[in-house]
């Protein structure tokens, strides 16, 4: 066989050709796909509007910025990717990335983001893990993807300008703003929107189809109100069409509304408030706390509420709030009730006017700061409480007190004043004692002695200070009743109190301090009385009262000396812990003295004369301002004597227990206080000694201790103390005539920080976590291979409990029977789950053997809504209280309550 070549033609047949353009064809459109599949690694690419051809694909391959910009007037950069959209155009900037990988399909005229795609334009930002634009309608498809476990991540966030959004699928139109979205979740002021689908109508409105409305921020609400169709206008309101309520996923379809509409603003508004209904025995059916809030501004709010019950009475409620910022806050509560209790014609049946005012008021400490005011104000009638409380605390407060006080200083001088309005009531015997008002002015201690460039040591005179306050105070105690009719001359008492205090201390002996002082007070009184002795009714009556300026003084001198005297014992053992023992004793001796201001000389008493039945002379003096405000000068001579000594006692041992401490030693109290105090009267004619004070205070295991004790040094014989000592007659010390002795102690759990920091302080000195036991160590390995093991109960309640005990002894005289008094009061609180909690309280009488008041609270915490049971099972207030309610506030409605009370029959 013979091989050879052909020669070679000079042209091509038309076979040839057509068949070389058909691979020359395929050639480029297979170049054009590869350059439209071309995936771009974490790179971001910047696209302009333009008709001009497609890059080559080396072209494409250069990183670029991370901007879509797709505008008509934009010029075109040299090294930018020139491609031609449809449609409508984008009027602003259109920035994208992605963690993962960014395609580009130029047949499909589409961009896709994978792996935590965003994308901005104007005020819109929407990421997901997979992105889908289309560049030809302008619309974007977001979704999540599945993990390794199935579950759903990287779902849709949605965000323009507050308003944001979670959802399962979005599909959204850049230019219109329009878009569909599947699975959205929504937060509307403490609300929460679910929807299966909604349109998204504009930037603030939307509709939606089987959508879900509740507080409750679980994935799967536990409750909620199942919307079949509703329109939301974002921080507007929430209009719905037929709905009802869904508990645990069971409809209750009888539960339901036509329609609803629910405010959703940012800022507070003003509505209608929905009132509460039951029935109470004295005044039958009610509709309670029914009204308008009034939403003004933002420096103060109006709620308006009323009562109103089927047997007449009604009551009418105002609270207001206010606030200046960087100035004041407060809140003003106004309630009046007319109450008619019975039936008409029956002996029982009455009307009762009851009003009650609550004011609270603070100063921004920001607004002045050598100023303050200030208001606590409680004031009600006696029966207010007693008749439309519904808090068990309120109905057993017998007392009630108000304060309003403004008080200023001058800064770098020692002149400050204050006012003060004072009242405080009982409710018991309608008692009310009232102070309108209180005006003090002080100058701070001062040394006029000293001299401002003194050099050397201090002179003895040059430690002299003194000071002065001026108080005025105008006040009456009558009876509630009596109040709004009495008289401000007549019946209010009022004066002037002025006060000039010198004093000075020096050393005496070197371990001795001596402490001399002077004291005058000068008071002004605008009224005085005169008395005379009845020979009709054989008793000193007051005659006269007379009305105008009057002054009433006294002063007195006085001289304290003190010193501490220090005993140490020091034990012998070596080996002993105790370190040593030491007993600190302080001394401490008092004189003063008066002079009797009830002497003529004075003119602050006057003397009546008269016999008594017997006939014999009678000299009785009474001073002239008998009951003012300020008192009066004291009558007769005083020359007393005060004797103090207080002991305490502590012991230094070595701190061997605590390795981890710092301190070589540690101090241990073995008495906090025991002192001893009398006094001794050098002008009385007898009885000179007063009664001994013995008070005490030490700590047991923990247990704080109180003692007191009063003994009478004198005998007593025939009804009355005789002029000799106890000790002559019995060869006792004194006669003790009271005692008590009161302590307490509180238990709680051990927190889990505290654990931990104990277990950290037990690893040892180098710091290293303690090593763990072989038994945790396969727990652990166990856990971390077995991922479905669950953990192990955690038994480490929190709980709480405190006792408090009391005694009290009296028995003023020999012949008296002795009173004893012993009283047990306890309370408590346990965890039982972070959910659950329970408390109590009670008490126990122990002479009467009485358990005192008793009440526990039960408390479990379901999420989304609140359990609540208060329980007092026995005794005149037994009563019952059962609420769950919502938790959110704007849920305060939705609520199911049933309470018997110590007046109530039975509240829904």
């Not at 759903?152 to 878009?179: C, H, M, S, W």
């Not at 009478?712 to 000790?727: M, R, S």
């Not at 009670?842 to 009440?855: A, C, H, N, P, R």
Request: aromatic share 14%.
């Amino acid at each position: 066989m013979k091989f050879g070549l052909k020669k070679r033609s000079n042209s091509l047949d038309l076979g040839t050709i057509r068949f070389l353009k058909y691979i020359l064809l395929l050639i480029l459109l297979w170049q054009s796909y590869v350059f439209a599949q071309e995936p771009v690694q974490k790179s971001s690419i910047s696209i302009r509007q333009a008709k001009s051809p497609l890059p080559s694909p080396g072209e494409a391959k250069k990183p670029v910025k991370d901007l879509l910009a797709v505008s008509k007037k934009d010029s075109i950069a040299s090294d930018s990717l020139k491609l031609q959209t449809k449609g409508d155009d984008f009027d602003a900037e259109v920035e994208y990335k992605a963690d993962g990988k960014i395609t580009i399909n130029n047949t499909a005229n589409k961009i896709y983001m994978y792996k935590n795609g965003q994308v901005k334009y104007k005020d819109i930002e929407l990421t997901a893990d997979y992105i889908e634009l289309n560049r030809d309608s302008n619309l974007i498809h977001a979704t999540g993807k599945p993990d390794s476990t199935g579950a759903i991540v990287g779902k849709p966030v949605f965000k323009q300008g507050q308003q944001e959004f979670e959802a399962d699928e979005i599909r959204y139109n850049f230019l219109t703003k329009k878009g569909i979205v599947y699975g959205v979740v929504t937060e509307q002021e403490g609300g929460f929107i679910q929807s299966g689908k909604t349109k998204l109508m504009n930037d603030s409105t939307y509709n939606m189809k089987d959508g879900k409305y509740t507080t409750c921020d679980a994935e799967h609400p536990h409750f909620y109100l199942q919307m079949t169709k509703a329109k939301v206008l974002s921080n507007k309101k929430i209009v719905t069409g037929p709905a009802y309520l869904v508990v645990e996923d069971l409809p209750i379809y009888f539960l339901f509304i036509p329609f609803g509409f629910f405010p959703n603003s940012p800022k507070y508004s003003s509505g209608f408030l929905m009132p509460t209904y039951g029935d109470e025995i004295n005044r039958g059916f009610f509709l309670r706390d029914m009204g308008y809030y009034w939403a003004a501004n933002d420096y103060f709010d109006l709620a308006l509420r009323g009562d109103i019950f089927s047997k007449g009475s009604r009551g009418i409620k105002m609270h207001t709030n206010y606030r200046l910022r960087y100035k004041f806050s407060g809140g003003l509560d106004i309630n009046f009730y007319k109450n008619v209790f019975g039936d008409k014609g029956l002996p029982d049946y009455k009307i009762q006017n009851d009003f009650a005012i609550t004011w609270n008021h603070s100063m921004d400490s920001k607004a002045s700061p050598n100023q303050t005011f200030s208001a606590s104000v409680n004031f009600s009638t006696s029966q207010y409480d007693q008749n439309n409380s519904y808090s068990l605390q309120n109905y057993l407060t017998n007392t009630k007190q108000s304060s309003i006080s403004y008080s200023r200083r001058w800064e770098n001088t020692p002149f400050a004043m204050s006012a003060n309005f004072r009242h405080s009531q009982n409710s018991r015997d309608t008692t009310i004692n009232l102070t309108l008002p209180q005006m003090t002015f002080s100058v701070n201690r001062m040394y006029p002695f000293k001299s401002k460039n003194s050099s050397g040591k201090e002179k003895w005179y040059e430690k002299i200070g003194m000071s002065y306050n001026f108080d005025m105070q105008n006040s009456i105690n009558t009876k509630e009743y009596k109040l709004f009719g009495s008289n401000l001359t007549k019946d209010w008492q009022n004066g002037i109190k002025q006060s000039i205090p010198i004093s000075t201390s020096f050393k005496a002996l070197k371990f001795i301090t001596v402490s001399p002082s002077f004291n005058y007070n000068e008071r002004w009184y605008t009224q005085q009385i005169r008395k005379a002795f009845d020979p009709v009714k054989k008793m000193v009556v007051t005659t006269d009262t007379i009305f105008g300026f009057t002054r009433d003084f006294d002063y007195s001198v006085s001289v304290g000396a003190s010193t501490k005297i220090y005993g140490d014992f020091m034990p012998r053992n070596p080996k002993s812990n105790i370190v040593g023992i030491r007993h600190v004793m302080t001394p401490s001796i008092s004189f003063s003295m008066q002079p009797d201001f009830s002497n003529p000389g004075y003119g602050m008493y006057g003397n009546i004369e008269y016999f008594d039945d017997k006939g014999r002379p009678v000299s009785l003096r009474y001073p002239y301002h008998e009951g003012a405000i300020y008192g009066t000068a004291g009558a007769g001579r005083s020359g007393s004597i005060g004797l103090n000594l207080n002991n305490t006692l502590e012991m230094k041992m070595l701190n061997r227990s605590d390795t981890t401490s710092k301190e070589k030693y540690k101090k241990i109290k073995l008495l906090d206080q025991f002192s001893i105090s009398s006094s001794y009267n050098l002008a009385a004619d007898s009885l000179n000694l007063s009664n001994i004070n013995i008070t005490a205070r030490t700590k047991v295991a923990g247990i704080d201790v109180n003692m007191g004790a009063i003994m009478d040094p004198y005998a007593y014989e025939n009804g009355h103390l005789i002029n000799v000592f106890e000790f002559a007659k019995t060869k006792k010390l004194a006669r003790l005539t009271s005692a008590n002795m009161s302590f307490g102690y509180s238990f709680k759990s051990k927190s889990k920080e505290e654990e931990n920091q104990k277990t950290a302080a037990a690893a040892g000195t180098d710091g290293k976590p303690a090593e763990k036991s072989e038994d945790q160590k396969i727990i652990d390995n166990a856990r971390k291979n077995y991922p479905d093991i669950p953990e192990y109960a955690d038994f480490s309640i929190p709980w709480d409990f405190r006792f408090d005990y009391s005694l009290r002894y009296s028995k003023p005289n020999p012949v008296a029977n002795p009173s004893v008094n012993q009283t047990v009061e306890f309370n408590g609180n346990i965890s039982l789950t972070k959910n659950w909690q329970i408390g109590f309280s009670s008490g126990l009488d122990i002479q009467k053997m009485e358990v005192s008041f008793t009440q526990f609270n039960v408390f479990r915490d379901m999420h989304c809504f609140q359990m609540s049971l208060n329980l007092v099972p026995f005794g005149y207030r037994q009563s019952y209280s059962f609420t769950i309610r919502a938790t959110a506030a704007m849920l305060q409605d939705l609520k199911l309550s049933k309470q018997e009370s110590f007046y109530d029959k039975q509240q829904y």
